[in-house]
């Protein structure tokens, strides 16, 4: 089903090793463009800028496009407003089959192609249900789904996630007050079942060019389960949907479930994270945490922001002091010491931009003199009686 070539793919993940051990200092970029000369390449960008504005230009292709189909349309009037998404959804489709044929992947032309075409079938399916939101959501997740499946396109499977999820509410909230009243619970399960799912795959894929997607899934499922069953979300929640409005000394019910649940599942990720030494999971823990602490503060002020901030400054100094004190000498396991794979010179390079740019500082040019000098024939001197 994919459309790439599967050695162009192969192909991919092996320059990216090498990139990674080119900035690691393994090997030099000699070797890296030696080794890029005899692979196979896309046609896209690593860098987000690049590729943030040839998702712009592939935008403004896109809806010139679609221009141009509207102004053969407006004739039609009523019936070309119910088809429009319909024919604007399939030009995103096939722009983004003929990229792909032309080989670009990760580019930012296809972004634009494949995001129009999905936004443009979610406009169509609500045009034709009257705003249905779970068949909206049913639609979009298998298109989304395809779409990754055939280009390898991780913000379709990004998508696809939101659609899913989206599936789960929308179903639950057809069963009335049950399913809402349900719904954070059938969502942690939901969560994770599929984030042992993900990582099971992980552990046992051979196809390389998979595995952005599945870590992509896997870390969407860790933060769904959290946010399934956080506090705040869950009383918000039950006042938007249930209109349960909660009156001063009262709670919502299985309150203390989901206390325990906002403090105790960002401190399962950290020791987790840290024990298998997984970086996405560790930055989730942090975030999970900085949300725990809003939610529990949100409706508990115990000391003014300011006093918080500043109290709260203060321990996170003294934990990354002696983080860094403990850790600044270990070889293995956990380590202050740089990440070779991860090494990065962008703040190197920054500091001599702005030093060039504040000095007016110009790269040196090396010219050849005109002047021939050698041929000494006393201790380098220069000098053997001729000019």
């Keep these: 089903m994919i ?5 162009f793919l192969d192909d991919l993940a092996l320059l990216d090793e090498a990139n990674s051990l080119q900035s690691a200092g393994f090997i030099s970029k000699e070797q890296k463009d030696l080794i890029k000369k005899q692979l196979s390449d896309f046609k ?3 860098n987000i800028l690049v590729r943030l504005g040839f998702f712009l230009l592939g935008s403004f292709l896109y809806l010139s496009i679609c221009g141009a189909i509207s102004l053969f349309g407006l004739s039609g009037e009523n019936f070309f407003f119910k088809i429009c ?3 604007f959804a399939a030009v995103g489709f096939t722009g983004a089959e003929l990229l792909a044929n032309q080989k670009y992947h990760s580019h930012g032309l296809d972004d634009a192609f494949c995001l129009g075409a999905l936004l443009n079938l979610g406009i169509a399916i609500g045009i034709s249900t009257d705003g249905y939101e779970l068949v909206i959501a049913v ?3 298998i298109a989304s789904f395809v779409l990754y ?3 390898l396109h991780l913000l379709s499977l990004l998508v696809f996630c939101l659609a899913s999820t989206a599936i789960l509410f929308y179903g ?3 069963f009335g007050a049950i399913g809402k009243t349900i719904l954070p619970f059938v969502a942690m399960i939901f969560a994770a079942v599929f ?3 993900t990582k099971k795959t992980i552990n046992n894929l051979k196809e390389s060019y998979y595995y952005n997607g599945l870590l992509l899934s896997n870390s969407f499922c860790l933060i769904l389960f959290y946010l399934s069953c956080n506090y705040l979300v869950v009383r918000e929640l039950s006042v938007e949907l249930l209109g349960n409005e909660v009156l001063p000394g009262q709670d919502i019910p299985f309150a203390i479930f989901f206390y325990a649940f906002t403090l105790i599942v960002p401190i399962v990720y950290l020791v987790q994270a840290l024990k298998t030494k997984d970086r996405i999971m560790l930055w989730i823990s942090f975030l999970a945490i900085g949300f725990s602490i809003y939610t529990i503060r949100f409706y508990y002020s115990v000391l003014p922001i300011e006093v918080a901030l500043t109290l709260g400054g ?3 100094f003294v934990i990354a002091y002696f983080s860094i004190k403990r850790l600044k000498d270990n070889e293995i396991g956990l380590t202050f010491k740089p990440d070779r794979i991860n090494n990065s010179n962008s703040i190197l390079n920054a500091e001599a931009l702005i030093v060039a740019s504040t000095f007016g500082l110009k790269p040196e040019v090396k010219s050849e003199s005109p002047m021939d000098f050698g041929g000494g024939g006393f201790s380098g001197g220069g000098s053997e009686g001729t000019f």
């Design 139 to 141: 639609f979009v997740a």
């Design 85 to 87: 998404c319909y024919i």
């Design 172 to 174: 639950l909230f057809e």
């Design 149 to 151: 499946r055939r280009y």
């Design 3 to 7: 459309v790439h070539n599967k050695q």
């Design 314 to 316: 203060l321990v996170l």
């Design 195 to 197: 984030y042992f799912f």
């Design 44 to 46: 896209g960008s690593s």
